[in-house]
């Protein structure tokens, strides 16, 4: 299945240099990748479309990566699919942004399913309209008892938001007493975020060219490796994928030590 992931590897020249499923299935391959899935907009335009032509064809880049993913061995894909921040655009893209979880649960929740894939979400959900809530807690219901790749929607989600949140939450349980303040580490605070229940992610990437978090997993992301591509997510395939986690199994993680 693996063998069609064959590509040429950037900066060595020649043509016999390939990446192979070999290259990255003998080594370590990350626990948990966390994607900011950017360019659509630009991607549409490039070819005179309306931005929200771009979302559309970035949903099926996400069935790919998804199903690659999950034969690799990824145990968490988290996904960035609507920020706190995105209520800032016009409302017919916000509007269209706010169905594509519907659009793509409805077309693909039934092979998420049958790969054995574990829908979950992270994010002020109760903010989205109903039908979005509504697709999304019946694709987490439905794959609750998998145990595959666990498929990890950022909806409605702000890191600065999340960490507020847990800072909230906390000083409420101390107030009730369930909580001491002693008690109170990085591993408890941990679990007041989004995704206690996670892995920090090993591996960022962020298509299209920016350079930046956008207010994405901040407290998660600490640790994690950074990889960037100019690629616009419909653009994304593969390949890309491929090559970022072979460039992540060459670096030296060293989480403050020698
Ligand atoms: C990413 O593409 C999708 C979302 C933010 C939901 P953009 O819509 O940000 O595309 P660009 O950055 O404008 O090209
Ligand atoms: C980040 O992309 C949010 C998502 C991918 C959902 P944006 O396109 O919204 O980020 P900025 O505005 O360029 O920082
Ligand atoms: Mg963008």
């Given amino acids: 299945m693996l063998e069609k992931f064959t590509f040429k590897k950037k900066n060595e020249g020649s043509a ?37 032509a771009g979302h559309r064809e970035g949903m099926q880049v996400i069935r790919r990566i998804v199903r690659l993913a999950n034969e690799l061995g990824v145990e968490v894909l988290s996904l960035y699919a609507f920020s706190t ?7 017919k ?16 929740l039934p092979e998420l399913i ?15 309209p109903a039908h979005t809530i509504n697709a999304v807690e019946e694709a987490i219901e439905k794959t609750k008892d998998n145990d595959g790749l666990v498929l990890n929607f950022a909806l409605n989600y702000g890191s600065r938001y999340e960490i507020m949140t847990a800072a909230k939450r906390i000083a409420e349980d101390i107030k009730l007493g369930t909580l001491n303040e002693v008690d109170i580490d990085e591993e408890k605070f941990n679990e007041y975020m989004m995704t206690s229940y996670l892995p920090d992610p090993d591996l960022l990437i962020r298509t299209s060219g920016e350079i930046r978090l956008s207010n994405f997993m901040l407290w998660q992301l600490a640790y994690s490796e950074f990889w960037f591509t100019d690629v616009l997510w419909p653009d994304f395939g593969e390949e890309q994928f491929v090559e970022a986690i072979c460039e992540y199994q060459q670096r030296g993680r060293r989480f403050g030590g020698v």
């Fill in 16 to 52: 016999t240099s390939l990446f192979t499923k070999e290259d990255i299935i003998n080594e370590q391959v990350p626990r948990h990748i966390a994607i900011i899935m950017d360019g659509n907009g630009r991607w549409a335009k490039n070819r005179g479309l309306p931005r929200v």
């Fill in 93 to 108: 893209e916000v509007e269209f942004l706010l169905k594509l979880p519907q659009m793509f649960l409805t077309t693909f």
């Fill in 85 to 91: 921040e995105n209520w800032k655009r016009p409302p």
């Fill in 114 to 128: 049958e790969q054995n894939v574990q829908v979950r979400t992270m994010g002020e959900t109760s903010a989205l």
